[in-house]
């Protein structure tokens, strides 16, 4: 997975962003969603963890068709 400072879409550092923290996860998810193979489906969890806060958790899943 990503874990790394925020980035702009040039790849630099924003200081407005100084002490954040970003993860990404991916992972196969189908049984998780009930369907007959773990492969038929995605979880991708994004983590955003500002400075002295509780991390924030977003979670979306895609099929894989």
Do not use: H, M
Not at 9 to 27: F, K, M, W
Not at 51 to 62: A, N
């Amino acid at each position: 997975g990503l874990d790394e400072q925020p980035l702009d879409a040039l790849g630099n550092v924003r200081n407005e962003y100084d002490g954040y923290r970003i993860q990404v996860t991916v992972s196969y998810a189908g049984t998780a969603l009930g369907l007959s193979d773990n492969q038929f489906a995605k979880e991708i969890r994004l983590t955003v963890t500002p400075p002295g806060q509780e991390p924030l958790l977003f979670s979306v899943y895609r099929g894989n068709f």
